[in-house]
């Protein structure tokens, strides 16, 4: 059974995630993750090391994915080292979230650009709040954008 925290949110600088999308669609190539028919550009959410959004935009030949910190980020209180065990179940994700798919965004646009608007407007961070169903299914329920800054640990 999943230790899951009912209602925990996860809470990201939103600067640091616009970086990260912006990396994932300038890429010229994109990594796969099960189930995908073709590349395209997205953020990966991803629990493993903590837990963090990812760019799945492939770098220049040679370097490495901690070589540059636009492509990772984690969310706060949830960096490498800690255990999101009790926050997502126990299981490792890696779910996609397109960035160039019209009407993934509420109005109907890209979830980049819903990300540049939010960040041009003065929002400060990303919270997601998440919920689990069944055995180890995770998921996004809601994404809200706030200017009030970070108020510590998120999901605790």
Request: glycine share 12%; hydrophobic share 40%.
């Amino acid at each position: 059974m999943s230790t899951f925290i009912p209602g925990a949110r996860l809470v990201f600088p939103l600067a640091d995630v616009v970086a990260a999308a912006e990396h994932a669609a300038a890429s010229p190539a994109h990594g796969l993750v099960d189930g995908d028919t073709g590349p395209y550009p997205a953020l990966w959410w991803v629990s493993d090391d903590g837990t963090y959004l990812m760019s799945n935009g492939i770098p220049a030949k040679g370097a490495e994915p901690d070589d540059d910190p636009r492509r990772l980020v984690h969310a706060d209180g949830w960096g490498p080292g800690t255990d999101t065990w009790e926050l997502l179940g126990g299981d490792d994700i890696c779910e996609p979230y397109p960035l160039c798919e019209q009407g993934a965004a509420e109005d109907g646009g890209t979830f980049l650009d819903a990300l540049r608007s939010a960040l041009a407007e003065g929002n400060t961070d990303l919270v997601w709040q998440i919920s689990a169903d069944g055995w180890h299914e995770t998921r996004v329920t809601a994404a809200r954008l706030r200017r009030d800054g970070r108020t510590g640990r998120a999901g605790r």
